[in-house]
């Protein structure tokens, strides 16, 4: 991997963390890598195995897809969603709030 590949990578992935609110410590601990070596990778002096890449891109809220290349997330459209919701009893409202939520604990 070029250098400035691995330079884009360790910026996308302070940018984010500095979003999330986390000091390099922090993200280190919660990806359970060393702080050094995370260090590394933001300023893009190190490269990550595959092990370290999903830990990471777990812990970022990222898809892997984004951190190696810069191809941004897929937003989805929403409007089909509010659509069907626009529809619902209040009862099939509650159930829908419920199912995703839990689809959303379960995503992470």
């Known amino acids: 991997m070029e250098k400035q590949q691995l330079a884009d990578m360790g910026n996308r992935l302070r940018q984010q963390r500095n979003a999330l609110g986390l000091t390099r410590e922090q993200f280190a601990e919660l990806a359970d890598i060393g702080t050094g070596y995370y260090g590394q990778i933001e ?3 190190s490269q990550m195995s595959i092990d370290t890449l999903i830990k990471v891109a777990h812990t970022a809220k990222l898809p892997i897809e984004y951190i190696l290349f810069g191809t941004p997330p897929e937003q989805g459209d929403p409007s089909d969603i509010f659509s069907l ?3 619902c009893s ?3 409202l509650k159930l829908a709030e419920q199912v995703l ?6 995503a992470d």
């Open 90 to 92: 209040e009862r099939e």
């Open 43 to 45: 300023v893009g002096t």
């Open 101 to 106: 939520k839990l689809f959303l604990l379960k």
């Open 85 to 87: 919701l626009s529809k």
